[in-house]
């Protein structure tokens, strides 16, 4: 049940949106796509008036005529301070440009059907869908080139450009989600059964690609083995449902036009809807204003004058925020130049913050690492990690995590990924973290990575278990030091993929013998001497942990506190060095 505050505090953000209307000078326009330009104002086409409209945010509108019978759709500022546009009236279709001082220009488009959406693409052009099987993409020099689709029953809808580097879209008419990447290479990832190929797409304030169809609003793996899977999904509020957008709130808005209303839906599901005062408005776009308000176009297609809408967004609440250098390897904490130093698919990782406010303190308690803990979960490029802790208090909060291991895609050796850590469905800004197919980390006692590792053996003079560790350690567990020649295994963190590959959050090995080895076998070294590995794989029941079984060199030196450090398979990482006691 949700507690009473809840609800008090949703019923005051339902009071408190007010709305402005500001109508357009043109009557008999419509005005349809809208977004922010370069120059700190609203942008948007009207659709009956052939004109591209521009308003500031105190209500100011300025009008600049197209061509008799142009009828601009979707606008978006372009890669050169510009703003383009797709036109699909009489003059025949056209890419249109319009900088912030009005002046045009339009490049003619060789198709019998209309310009879609647009996107700035990462190579510094335009790309845009046409609901012909193909996709276009115009240099800002006007330059225009156009891919096929797989299927020719294809139909491209909404286009964004997604944090790894390619293209994503709808493909309504074979119920697809595409991929394009800047070469012009297409993919075509089916939807789930059952589900339509998304209308809208839209990059959430989590980073993450969000589309919309006509049964749910949800979110788009983008990379790694799970590339277009399907994420978090929330049932639609009907078919109505268009516009898909980020706000500045950390939810997601849209328009629900035949309803006359604005929504918002935070990236947990929680939908809220507001009624435009205007009877007739029929709100069609809606964007993020430069002011923090929500602004959207009002078409009033029944006759009405149209109008350009703001709606004021709820308070934002605080949320959490990642340190810089704050995601560390859980076992080694280790940091380079004070920045986190890399981690590894699969690792279990350190997330220091300024603040967790709303989190609880929260450890797992099931055999299987849950996806959120304490009102807290964590993504890596948009992959729900699994969760081992949440402690809310001190200096420094923190969360401890599994990387996922999708973080790193195949074939890749690393990658930098978006991370997000959200609190009580409010997103801490995104930070950057290098992945890395290795990065080792020996647990310790104390678990500060400085201290003894847990190296345990048979102890021959008691034939039961000890840690090599010295007399008066303070290890609350039988303790002494490992005769040279002797076997025994420690735990790490952070050695990467295992064969077979273990699920996310998962503590057993899927082979049939229990057995899952590292991909690549590390090498482990005892004061300096290299130590025979026996073993190098999941430690049973631990998710997230490798155990490694070692045989102490007869050359390794002797002493209470004998460096144990771990090197990847190609040396070019090296573990925190730990100690070990050695006889």
Not at 469 to 489: L, M
Not at 549 to 562: D, M
Request: with cysteine; glycine share 12%.
């Amino acid at each position: 049940m949700k507690p009473a505050f809840l609800f008090i505090a949703v019923a005051a953000i339902l009071r408190a949106q007010t709305f402005t209307e500001y109508p357009v000078p043109s009557a008999s326009s419509q005005p349809y796509a809208i977004t922010v330009g370069p120059d700190g104002a609203l942008w948007f086409t009207e659709t009956n008036g052939a004109k591209i409209g521009r308003i500031t945010t105190s209500g100011v509108v300025t009008e600049f005529p197209l061509p008799a019978g142009s009828q601009p759709l979707d606008i978006i500022a372009g890669p050169d301070g510009a703003l383009w546009f797709g036109d699909s009236g009489s003059p025949g279709l056209m890419i249109g440009r319009i900088t912030t001082s009005g002046a045009i220009t339009q490049f003619p488009v060789p198709l019998t059907v209309q310009v879609g959406k647009l996107t700035a693409g990462p190579d510094g052009a335009l790309w845009f869908t046409v609901p012909a099987a193909q996709i276009g993409r115009v240099t800002t020099s006007g330059v225009q080139t156009y891919y096929h689709l797989p299927s020719t029953s294809g139909s491209a809808a909404s286009i964004v450009t997604a944090s790894d580097g390619n293209m994503w879209f709808g493909d309504t008419n074979t119920a697809h989600l595409d991929r394009i990447t800047p070469s012009g290479v297409i993919t075509q990832f089916a939807m789930p059964a059952g589900q339509s190929a998304p209308n809208d797409l839209a990059i959430g304030p989590d980073g993450a690609v969000w589309g919309y169809n006509n049964s749910s609003i949800f979110s788009i793996n983008t990379s790694g083995s799970s590339a277009g899977t399907i994420g978090a999904s929330y049932p639609a509020a009907n078919s109505a449902v268009q516009s898909l957008t980020s706000g500045p709130d950390g939810a997601l808005w849209y328009i629900d036009w035949q309803a006359n209303k604005v929504g918002r839906i935070t990236l947990s599901g929680i939908a809220n809807e507001y009624l435009v005062p205007t009877s007739s408005a029929e709100p069609w776009s809606i964007v993020a204003g430069p002011d923090g308000a929500m602004w959207f176009t009002e078409r009033n297609s029944s006759g009405g004058p149209p109008k350009i809408g703001r709606i004021t967004v709820p308070p934002v609440s605080t949320g959490p925020t990642i340190l810089a250098g704050g995601i560390v390897n859980a076992a080694s904490y280790a940091q380079v130049n004070g920045a986190g130093s890399p981690v590894a698919p699969g690792s279990l990782v350190a997330i220091f913050t300024s603040q967790l406010p709303g989190a609880q303190a929260a450890n797992f308690t099931t055999a299987n690492l849950p996806p959120s803990l304490g009102n807290v979960s964590v993504t890596f490029n948009s992959v729900t990690s699994p969760m081992v802790a949440v402690s809310p208090t001190g200096q420094y909060p923190y969360v401890s995590a599994q990387v996922p291991f999708e973080a790193l895609g195949p074939g890749q050796s690393s990658a930098t990924v978006p991370v997000v850590i959200t609190v009580n469905n409010i997103p801490s800004p995104t930070v950057q973290a290098s992945i890395v197919a290795s990065q080792p980390g020996i647990f310790t006692i104390p678990a500060t990575g400085q201290g003894n590792a847990i190296l345990t053996f048979l102890n021959p003079q008691t034939n039961a278990p000890a840690i090599a560790a010295p007399p008066g350690s303070g290890i609350t567990y039988p303790t002494a030091p490992i005769p040279r020649g002797t076997g025994g295994f420690f735990y790490v963190t952070g050695l990467g993929a295992m064969m077979p590959a273990v699920p996310d959050g998962s503590g057993t090995c899927p082979s049939p013998d229990g057995i899952c080895n590292a991909n690549a076998t590390p090498i482990v070294m005892v004061g300096g001497i290299t130590a025979h590995v026996a073993f190098a794989g999941q430690a049973p029941g631990f998710p997230g942990v490798f155990q490694v079984n070692i045989t102490i060199p007869q050359g390794a030196p002797t002493g209470s506190n004998v460096p144990l450090v771990v090197m990847s398979a190609d040396r070019s990482v090296t573990s925190n060095t730990a100690t070990i006691a050695v006889q």
